[in-house]
């Protein structure tokens, strides 16, 4: 399996950004999908995730303000994210497994992409 994210960019405070994460090599459909995230010296923590069933699972930091939301007919995982702050910059990571659970575990994903930078300037 293959990730690549993309979307990243530097936004103000406030701001929103879409971000994209395509996937080849495998059936989408049935995957666990989640986007993490890791700002500079921090541990990756999860965001939000996304089971084959569409159920959804939010870090808190984030419940109210990023979507989480898949295509399936375009293998394409997208997260919305709106009303930026500066806590949100960070590298952001697409991550998937095949497994029949969905939570936001680092060590549950098998595959990852190579991350797409989000930068949130005061």
């Known amino acids: 399996e293959q990730l690549v994210e993309s979307g990243g960019g530097s936004v103000q405070a406030g701001g929103s950004l879409r971000l994209s994460c395509t996937g080849s090599?495998?059936?989408?459909?049935?995957?666990?999908m989640a986007w993490f995230r890791q700002a500079p010296g921090k541990e990756r923590e999860g965001v939000a995730s996304?089971?084959?069933?569409?159920?959804?699972d939010y870090a808190d930091s984030v419940k109210g303000r990023f979507t989480i939301s898949r295509d399936n007919a375009k293998n394409t995982l997208y997260l919305q994210m709106n009303n930026l702050t500066s806590d949100d910059t960070a590298m952001y990571y697409c991550?998937?497994?095949?497994?029949?659970?969905?939570?936001?575990?680092?060590?549950?994903?098998?595959?990852w992409g190579q991350g797409t930078q989000v930068t949130v300037s005061t």
């Open positions: 991550a998937s497994h095949h497994r029949w659970f969905c939570r936001l575990l680092r060590n549950d994903y098998i595959y």
């Open positions: 090599g495998y059936t989408y459909s049935t995957n666990c």
């Open positions: 996304s089971g084959s069933g569409r159920n959804t």
